[in-house]
């Protein structure tokens, strides 16, 4: 498997260019300073924009619009024994778990034997439209994640035995999951696209 470490650099310029964009525009401008439990306090979601949309995520927007265009940062708050299947988003990301544990792998079938062990500080990346997959075990997982919107969510779903793509963009406040559109066979008009 070929990981483009070349992305890398570009990933954490990009990253850092718009942490200081955002520091140098001033308060009313951007500037945004939250403890722990102001983060705790604010309106939390389901399905979001960049996220997996597995039924129990819950999802928090801490900074920007990850449906638009520019920087965001999410916060993932994954309860234990979840499972995120094997999926891409368009933009590049990076990532820092924040407490608990997240087995996090790259490949284009989510497999036990690719997963890495990270706990609370440590950092990873999701490269633009490089396969990667996550679970937690025993013990839920929060994780904060950074990238240039739009992004979106697209699945490879490896148990159909037969290549299928089902691209989803969330509006940040959906609160709907994946498996609830694909079992009511409908596309809210949120939605980007959903094909088989």
Same mark, same amino acid.
Not at 16 to 45: F, H, N, Y
């Given at each position: 498997?070929?990981?483009?470490?070349?992305?890398?650099?570009?990933?954490?310029?990009?990253?850092?260019?718009?942490?200081?964009?955002?520091?140098?525009?001033?308060?009313?401008?951007?500037?945004?300073?939250?403890?722990?439990?102001? +983060?705790? $306090?604010?309106?939390?979601?389901?399905?979001?924009?960049?996220?997996?949309?597995?039924?129990? +995520?819950?999802?928090?927007?801490?900074?920007?619009? @990850?449906?638009?265009?520019? @920087?965001?940062?999410?916060?993932?708050?994954?309860? @234990?024994?979840?499972? +995120?299947?094997?999926?891409?988003?368009?933009?590049?990301?990076?990532?820092?778990?924040?407490?608990?544990?997240?087995?996090?792998?790259?490949?284009?079938?989510?497999?036990?034997?690719?997963?890495?062990?990270?706990?609370?500080?440590?950092?990873?990346?999701? @490269?633009?439209?490089?396969?990667?997959?996550?679970?937690?075990?025993?013990?839920?997982?929060?994780?904060? +994640?950074?990238?240039? $919107?739009?992004?979106?969510?697209?699945?490879?779903n490896e148990q159909s035995g037969k290549s299928m793509n089902k691209t989803v963009a969330f509006a940040q406040d959906a609160g709907q999951s994946v498996n609830d559109l694909l079992?009511?066979?409908?596309?809210?008009?949120?939605?980007?696209?959903?094909?088989?």
């Amino acid at each position: 498997m070929r990981v483009a470490f070349q992305s890398v650099p570009g990933m954490i310029a990009g990253a850092a260019w718009a942490l200081a964009a955002t520091a140098m525009a001033g308060e009313r401008d951007g500037e945004l300073r939250v403890t722990p439990s102001e +983060i705790q $306090g604010m309106a939390k979601g389901g399905a979001g924009a960049g996220t997996s949309g597995v039924a129990g +995520i819950r999802t928090t927007i801490l900074m920007g619009d @990850p449906t638009k265009a520019g @920087p965001y940062t999410i916060e993932l708050r994954v309860p @234990p024994n979840t499972r +995120i299947q094997a999926h891409t988003h368009r933009d590049a990301r990076s990532a820092t778990v924040v407490s608990g544990t997240w087995y996090f792998g790259y490949g284009e079938k989510a497999s036990d034997s690719l997963v890495k062990k990270l706990g609370p500080g440590s950092f990873y990346t999701e @490269p633009a439209s490089l396969p990667h997959f996550a679970l937690t075990r025993d013990q839920a997982a929060v994780v904060h +994640i950074t990238g240039m $919107g739009p992004t979106d969510t697209i699945y490879s779903n490896e148990q159909s035995g037969k290549s299928m793509n089902k691209t989803v963009a969330f509006a940040q406040d959906a609160g709907q999951s994946v498996n609830d559109l694909l079992k009511r066979g409908t596309v809210p008009v949120w939605a980007a696209s959903l094909r088989k």
